[in-house]
């Protein structure tokens, strides 16, 4: 292996409410290998994190460099931090395996998956927030190939505003757009709600009670995953399970302890976990595996860039189990543009694993270089930045 010369942050902006960002780390042979840190709103920490951590990383060989990037549960800068450590370790495994000759896929695993199971979020992709908006954007991804749709329909909804907000007509607002969304879609199509962890206990309980009908496949972040409230996830599972309902959460999980604690409680049907906080594919794969040994099933977030969607696809292929991976569906042509338009093809519901070394494609900089960093829209939800 060879020294890094260089850990650089790319901060891409992709519209009013998104940035994306990235992680560039090239050795002293030119080399580069990617990864992908997006966490919206906090560009200007994810920038600082990344340039202490250059000056750390830089000059050590490649090899040499794991120690700097492992997974600290005491780390004092808590979901930044891991964030950008998680996406160096997708950058550093992404040099590991192009100088291996080898996919991440099957540099991780010997006989990887060569599909991913995935379902369409059409959340940031729908400017036209009508009811009828969502049942039109629904009813292109199913077009598009998909079998599962997500949908966040509970905009300007937040339990701890209740006083001040019409939050019970915004609550029905959210339900109407659920309603029109199975209406459009029909029966055999997967729905998944995200509620992006918007209600109290008792808002969530009826919650559950509402939605029932609309049949969803699950109903995802409830409520705050504040450990103090894990008993309370708990019983709102039951009694999502006595509708025929599963749930989901766990997207901004750091590690396989925090995984551990959630399927031992019997927290979720689901654990999502995201490879740009969960400690890249290293704590993919662990929290794969905890997830397998409890019965609990793994379906990755994924709702960002193109490295991230790319780095999820070969953690999917070689985990142990798999449900789905969740894509963001249709939110920017610059998805496919950063990375040259090399993005694998959907399929059958499900992407192709790229065969080619490494990660399969790098972000290109002139074009990420034509749309910097810009501050979010002022108006845009603090609770929704993950996607």
Known sequence: MTAIAALEPVVVNVS???????????????????????????????????????RDAVGRDLNAVDELIRYLPHSPGGLVAHA?????EQAVVDLRAQAAGKSIAHALRAAPRASVAAYANINRGVTDRTPAGFAA????????????????????????????????????????RVFAVRGAVGADVAVMVDCHWRFDVDRAEALLKDIAPAKPYWVECMISEHPLGFASIARLTALAHESGIRTAGAETIAGADQAQMMCVGKLYDVLMPDIKYAGGFTGM??????????????????????????????????????LWLEHQWNESPLFDALVGGHIAP???????????????AALDRAVAATHPYQPLAKDANLDERLG
């Not at 709702?303 to 292929?317: D, N």
Request: aromatic residues 6%; glycine residues 10%; proline residues 7%.
């Open 285 to 322: 794969l662990a929290i794969a595996e905890v997830c397998a040994d409890h019965g609990v099933a793994f379906a990755p977030h994924n709702p960002t860039g193109p490295i991230a969607h790319l780095a999820s696809i070969h953690v999917c292929a070689a985990a142990p189990t798999l």
């Open 137 to 176: 954007a629904a009813t292109r991804a199913v077009a598009a190939g998909y079998a599962a749709i997500k949908l966040a329909p509970f905009d300007g909804v937040m339990a701890a505003d209740a006083t001040q907000t019409p939050i019970d007509a915004r609550t029905r607002e959210g339900l109407d």
């Open 346 to 360: 959907l399929a059958n519901g499900g992407f192709a694993v790229p065969a080619a070394a490494g990660l399969g």
């Open 16 to 54: 009013p409410k998104t940035n994306w960002s990235f992680i560039a780390v090239t050795t002293r042979d030119g080399a580069i290998g990617w990864g992908e840190c997006s966490l919206n709103g906090w560009e200007p920490l994810l920038v600082a994190q990344a340039q202490m951590l250059a």
């Open 84 to 88: 950008v450590k998680s996406a160096t």
